[in-house]
């Protein structure tokens, strides 16, 4: 069998497991193309039959790498990197960076906007406001960081929610700290008491009522953390 498949790894690196259950052994003269750089793989994937290896890990699922003739490995990589020895591409790939860059800059910008707004704090704690959303975004929002920001699945206002409220189980509660019994939906109910305190704690600065700081896991959160910028 040499088509192109989606399988799982078995405890034999030479064998895998197809979508209908069977082991296949790895055809002769194939290789195992590492995951990490997607041109590559797409040209593997394009220049002939493949095998993608993947691995699912809870709700997530990662890439193994790909096998494929060796022959078809050798030849796209000797064709990339010509490419990318070329003045051309170098210069659209710091044009590439460049953008990603600015991308970057503008949607911390405005997942900080967002946090703001769904906070909606009274006048009397728009200082406090101010640095949460700094504090959100700045968590949140970095390229790889695997947050709920970082989807497109939701509209941007529901993973401001989803961001400030994991903020918050992590900062104003002792959430790192519990020990949870290891029951299937445990950690979800858990999850959700904390963030029922953690709306209550927001809803109190969402009111221009002056409280103690010193008694309230928000303030005193923020307070360990420098002044947000102008």
């Not at 704690?125 to 700045?138: E, G, I, M, N, P």
């Amino acid at each position: 069998m040499s088509d192109s498949l989606t399988v799982s790894p078995t405890s034999d690196p030479r064998r895998v497991r197809a979508a209908d259950g069977s082991i296949l052994s790895i055809p002769p003269g194939w290789a195992l193309l590492p995951p990490g750089d997607a041109g590559l793989t797409r040209r593997v994937k394009a220049a002939g039959p493949s095998w993608t290896v993947v691995e699912k890990k809870g709700r997530k699922i990662f890439s193994q790498g790909v096998w494929a003739p060796e022959s078809h490995i050798t030849a796209a990589r000797a064709v990339l990197e010509g490419e990318r020895a070329t003045p051309a591409y170098a210069k659209r790939r710091e044009a590439d960076v460049r953008r990603r860059e600015r991308e970057q800059a503008e949607y911390e910008v405005d997942f900080a906007n967002t946090v703001l707004r769904f906070l909606a704090f009274a006048p009397a704690f728009t200082a406090q406001a101010k640095k949460l959303a700094v504090a959100v975004a700045a968590h949140a929002t970095p390229v790889g960081s695997g947050t709920v920001a970082r989807t497109e699945r939701i509209p941007i206002e529901r993973r401001a929610e989803a961001a400030v409220i994991a903020w918050m189980r992590h900062q104003t509660t002792a959430y790192d700290n519990l020990k949870i019994a290891r029951v299937k939906g445990a950690r979800r109910e858990v999850r959700r008491e904390l963030a029922e305190v953690s709306r209550a704690v927001l809803d109190l600065h969402r009111r221009d009522v002056p409280h103690a700081p010193a008694a309230c896991p928000l303030c005193t959160a923020l307070g360990r953390l420098g002044a947000p910028s102008a």
